[in-house]
């Protein structure tokens, strides 16, 4: 038998199931569990993805077999209904709707009421009674028909305006202001009937062919259509952000109609089965009576709460779902119960009432936000729904990123000047220009500017503008509109339904409150409030301790993990402010910041210029009180913990350069060295090099320099034996930058000794340290079993190793990457995601090579690398010990770790579970 296309679902029963994702995208693999599970779903079928594999392969056609298959599927959905698809007195309408395997919001297209012709119209008219309703559903469907089936699968790209739903909207206009009325549903039965006649005629003349009145033409037409739009532009860009395979090919749902428009006792909805914003466990939604589930999702008449209790103030009049129709809602939150106890996740859904009967249209895993995700992952393991690695796995470690994300500074909101309210549709503090199009919105991205997207909705022509915008205002539309769906899923700061705003995007401006704001304005957005403020309001980063979901979330991955994190920090503050976030010791202290201090870089400058040894040596000394005192400040921010300490990397051009340009500090430190500002000059033009980059720095300068590595070693040294002294434990780690030949790393590691024992010995007092090199040269990681006779600890310097490894120079990749990544030639920038085929290999062999001579090695990454997830996995797969980040990385680390170590255990020892167990033992 030929492989199985079309898969039925309907009446209790189904062909498929929600693990069928792959082959029968989300919503349709769902809308199969749902009918299966005895949830009421209208009886329809699925059309699997290698169709739509197969339609492109065929040139765009439907293959005979597959129609046939079809047609046969709808028979069966027709015994379920109880109508005839194309029958002239019970008529079965349909909708054709997407569903890729990975939900892409409003990317790809649905027609809805298929099946709608002269022939079955007058069936419709008298089955409902209504026929008004009746003609609503046909100029609908020719609305969607015309503009997804005939004008966009056909590839006609109209100009701006002349597409053929704007006409047909323009005709509606014109109508209405024929006959006096505001609002759509102001049209009678007549008026809609002549309309319909109006758009079949525009139809024909815009698009050059007639509108079918033909059922079977129109479900055939609307498959392919479908099919289609999973190419179209804007499915295309979202798949192109959110790293969608092209090569997936969308399934279709072939759906019996239910309507939400048949009057007071029908409506339509999209909930959440919690908030997605907060992560709250209420049941929380959006509704309107007698409409079409499109009004809801398009924003275009802003919708009602479900319940009373998700009510905002000022909504109390608003009738809510559950008390228009108490026993509806009743069998809603049932089915919320049921669909969450099945899938144990948070899923958002939508569903229709046809006069007084409920039917799920959907459900799937709802998008949240990063606040959410936490608080849902943990409150699901006190429910005893999932496990804690389940939780753990749940939030993406980018999410927690947005807790760790600015808020608006409260004290600054209490005064600023506060202009309207919206929905809080995306959280957070949001601060930038007013930009109208998402053009501009991304011209000012590009510049550097942040841009606040302002719309009267946005559809999803706009995801690009959203993407590079950040922050989203929308006048219209409700917390499940496309902008806060969209923004949500981003992590983004975003309000919705701001009615308040007049927007004239034309003009390029919004009027509220009797006041008139512009393109580049300032605005500042209050995303957890939904209060929108004029001008500029300073922003406060976030505390993300004072979350209790947070820290019982972090527990869990803390007790999980085994790497350890690491901070690269050189400022007593940023220390601190490590050790808040969980950092469990500095991975890297780059030297050269402290050497640029305006007390300090006249002696640094004097030491680079100075002509003899014994000069060296006396500007030197002037920096080691300095140093000494750095070091103090770390040390004791970081007690307990190790710290690795970079000697100084930098060539020394770079602290002498720009006096080039700057005459009077040139004679002020000529008169300071007793020297000419020729001979100043003279000295800093020798120092000039083509490419230093790979020039006189790192250990190199040491080996010139010996002195300069002297006195840094002194300044670790004596700082560490004034704190064991006073009962400070200080684990200093010395590290030698740039070593790509053994002997390099002997030279250096000697001296370092020999000045540990000399303080050791002066000082009457010792202390722990340990003496290790970087490996960012890939010869030094082919060398690793060499080096690590000497080394202690081995850091991966994964930005030099990458650039290095690769031979791009990180400061000039600017000029081809954009190029590399479009034309796919590389699939992600490597400065920011290890490369693992490549420099990876090299960090395999140094790891492997450096613990064959020394098993007990440590080995660590202090890389920007250190603070991406996927960076991170190949580290905890490698066998790192830990892997070191900026301080507002550290949470992130610390769960991408715990998921590293969920997906692929280490049998051997854990490190940070030993740690740990220590930190806790000590606070009992
Ligand atoms: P999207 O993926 O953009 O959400 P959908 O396929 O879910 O597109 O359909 C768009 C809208 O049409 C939704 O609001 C949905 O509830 C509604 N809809 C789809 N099929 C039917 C149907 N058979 N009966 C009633 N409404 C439907
Ligand atoms: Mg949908
Ligand atoms: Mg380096």
New binding site residues.
Partial sequence: MAKQSVYFFGGGKADGKSSMKNELGG?GANLAEMASLGIPV?A?FTIDTDSCTAYYKNGGKLSKSLVDEMYRNLTKVEKVMGKKFGDPKNPLL??V???ARQ??????E?V?NVGLTSKTLPGLVAKSGDERFAYDAYRRLITMYSDVVMEKAAGIEPADGEGIRGKLEEAMEAMKEARGVTGDTDLTAADLKELCEQYKKLVKDTLGTAFPDDAKKQLEGGVKAVFASWNGKRAIVYRNIEGIPHEWGTAV?V??????NLGETSA?G?AFTRNPATGEDKFYGEWLINA???D??AGTRTPSPLNKATKLPGQEKVLSLEEAMPKTYKQLVGIRNKLEKHYKDMQDI?F?IEDGAL?M??TRTGKRTGAAALRMAVEMVDEKLIKQDVALMRVAPEQLDELLHPMLDANAEKTADAIAKGLPAGPGGGVGHAVFTSETAQEYAKSGKPAILVRNETSPEDVHGMHAAEAILTAKGGMTSHAALVARGWGKCCIVGCGELKINAAKKEFSVGGKTYKEGDYLSLNGTTGVLYAGQIPVLPAQPDKNKWYKKLMSWADKTRQLMIRTNAETPEDAAQAVAFGAEGIGLARTEHMFFGPDRIIHVREMILANSEEDRRAAVAKLLPFQKADFLGIFKAMADKPVTVRLLDPPLHEFVGSLLDDEKELSNLAKHCGVTAADIRARIEALHEFNPMLGHRGCRLGIAYPEITEMQARAIFEAAAELTKKKTKVFPEVMIPLVGHPNEFRNQEAIVRRVADEVQKDKKVTFKYMVGTMIEIPRAALVADKIAEGAEFFSFGTNDLTQMGFGFSRDDIGGFLPQYLKQEILPVDPFQQIDQDGIGQLIEIGVTKGRSTRPDLKVGICGEHGGESNSIGFCHRTGLNYVSCSPFRVPLARLAAAQAALKWPRKEAKAAKKTVARKKRKKK
């Fill in positions: 919503k209208p329809g349909v909708s709707r997407s569903g939900s892409m919001p409003g990317m790809m649905t809805l749902n759906q019996s109609m239910v309507f939400g339509t999209v079409q589930g499109e809801v999702v939508e229709t039917w249209l959907q």
